[in-house]
């Protein structure tokens, strides 16, 4: 008789945890584990793969050489948050709806087509830890449906700077004090078979090994608010003390200083440059930026040294051949080329971002190879969801790339878009993008948005909080948003438009928009955005929920 208890007992228990986590499926050869992971405002050219000399990533960099690099990948919107959701879902910005700027959250119903959350469904293991810049449920931030959607879940919401105990009690059992020593010491502690990291919220105490698992991993480096907050403490490793700091590092090529800039890249009227986020004046003088760059090169060395890390854990726990390795970033920033600071544009220096994918499973004549195919970040979960052998959601827009990382496939995309809609009181205007390998065409819509600088001198009279004035999202906020994202495809006209030669001019400095003899070119990409924006918007209303200052939500 108490055996008979005992074993209905442990029958609930393991019915219960079944309807929790979704069904089982035992790990076999072809159901592969993932590492995914995701650095902050790294723009293509950053790391010896991609061409940079002097910042030292030898094990990226033999990621690279071991599995495929992507030459051409893009974001679909060059800031945190909307970039961030679009690769958890899979889609552009308009469809998600979710953006600083939009007074909305991810709703329950979008976020279970996430990749994680079918991934978890279908009997993954799932971990997420660092940087979770993606405002999920009722309340955003703090619903705790992001943090209860993982097995395994260490990570802060929002900005985690460079040393989150600062910030985040979630870290405070941690060893290290800097950023990334912390995610790297999560990211092993997922990867064991004994969870022993104190403060991490997990459903199970060790990573069960008969089933598959895909762990994410976010940075908040090498943004500014990780680098900007380095302050040499004792306890930091010597990459973030003296690293580069005996050499000379050479200022960005096309960069030009604040006082020397004589002719705008745009007009006055599109981009409001003097409505900039003051966060960003440190590309205005050579000096600072220099100071800048040198803390960039030490975190993404630092980065390099954590993946070097993974990958010899993974060998030790003899997974290493079973799992497919992800890296890329959110978007990139400028760094004063052409006298421009900040990101939120669609420039290549801000959507065009390294990507590396290494399966070791593929073969070897299939390993080891640049693809100059062009792929964008919405196609990263679709093509996780292909090796794993689960349907990928309807609600999906990007591809599997599965092709083009086991042989030389065709190309998956002809065109790339790229948005921004986080136009704002900091000068930054509507945009929409299309490209194919060679050409890109660039709109922009009229800025009307009224200047931070009158923001921040009025709560300066009046003694209210500067950053309640510039960041809280009220609920008219949600109207001028929605109008944002539907507006071209109502047939707003643009104010301005560029035409660029990207294959012979990379960095984009000749606006060819007014050369009769690209007529052809233009109209075709001009046929190729509108389809592009229709695909983007989708059909249906955004599955999101109200997150403003006026039902409680405090600025990411």
Avoid at 22 to 32: D, V
Avoid at 248 to 268: C, E, R, W
Avoid at 442 to 459: C, D, E, G, H, L
Avoid at 539 to 547: D, M, S
């Amino acid at each position: 008789m108490i055996n008979r208890h005992l074993l209905c007992a442990i029958s609930l228990i393991v019915i219960g945890w079944g309807i929790h986590a979704g069904p089982a499926i035992s790990q076999t050869s072809n159901r592969p584990n993932f590492v995914f992971v995701l650095t902050d405002d790294q723009s293509y050219g950053m790391m010896g793969c991609d061409g940079n000399e002097i910042t030292q990533t030898p094990n990226i960099d033999q990621l690279a050489k071991d599995g495929i690099y992507f030459d051409r990948a893009y974001v679909t919107s060059a800031i945190c948050t909307p970039s961030r959701i679009s690769i958890l879902l899979s889609q552009f910005e308009r469809k998600h709806g979710v953006n600083f700027n939009s007074g909305t959250s991810v709703a329950p119903e979008a976020w279970k087509k996430s990749y994680p959350v079918v991934m978890r469904s279908n009997g993954y293991y799932t971990g997420y830890v660092g940087k979770n810049h993606a405002p999920i449920g009722d309340g955003g931030y703090t619903s705790g449906l992001m943090d209860k959607s993982f097995d395994y879940f260490y990570a802060g919401h929002g900005h985690i700077k460079f040393y989150p105990k600062d910030h985040h009690d979630i870290f405070m059992s941690a060893k290290d004090d800097t950023q990334i020593e912390i995610v790297g010491e999560s990211a092993t502690d997922f990867l064991s078979n004994e969870h022993r990291l104190e403060g991490a919220i997990r459903f199970l105490n060790s990573r069960p090994t008969d089933k598959p698992f895909c762990l994410s991993i976010c940075l908040n480096l090498p943004h500014d608010a990780g680098t900007s907050t380095m302050q040499m403490r004792n306890s930091d490793d010597e990459i973030y003390k003296t690293l580069y700091r005996d050499i000379s590092i050479p200022l960005p090529k096309n960069y030009v200083a604040k006082k020397d800039i004589t002719t705008p890249k745009l007009p006055a009227d599109v981009l409001k440059t003097e409505e900039r986020q003051t966060g960003y004046n440190w590309v205005d003088e050579p000096k600072d930026l220099t100071e800048r760059m040198t803390r960039q090169m030490q975190a993404l060395t630092g980065i390099d040294r954590m993946i070097g890390d993974i990958r010899s854990k993974l060998a030790a726990e003899g997974i290493d051949k079973n799992t497919i390795i992800i890296f890329s970033s959110d978007h990139g920033q400028f760094q004063g080329q052409q006298g421009l600071g900040g990101k939120a544009l669609c420039y290549e220096q801000t959507t065009h971002v390294p990507m590396i994918i290494f399966n070791p499973a593929a073969a070897e004549t299939a390993q080891g190879h640049r693809r100059s195919q062009l792929v964008q970040s919405i196609d990263i979960a679709p093509t996780m969801l292909d090796y794993a052998g689960i349907k990928t959601p309807d609600e999906f827009q990007g591809k599997s790339l599965r092709s083009l990382i086991d042989g030389n496939g065709d190309a998956v995309h002809q065109y790339i878009f790229t948005e921004n809609l986080w136009s704002t009181h900091f000068g930054n205007p509507r945009i929409e993008a299309v490209q194919d390998k060679r050409w890109k065409y660039i709109r922009y819509y009229k800025n009307q948005n009224f200047p931070a600088s009158v923001k921040v001198r009025t709560a300066k009279e009046l003694n209210i909080p500067v950053n309640a004035m510039l960041y809280a999202v009220h609920d008219d906020g949600i109207a001028v948003y929605r109008h944002y994202a539907e507006s071209s495809l109502a047939g707003e006209a643009a104010v301005y438009e560029e035409l660029y030669d990207i294959e012979n001019d990379p960095a984009e400095l000749n606006n060819l928009i007014d050369r009769d003899h690209h007529t052809d070119v233009l109209q075709r990409l001009k046929k190729a955005w509108n389809q592009k924006l229709i695909e983007a918007r989708g059909k249906g209303v955004p599955k999101v929920l109200r997150y403003t200052a006026d039902n409680g939500a405090k600025p990411g």
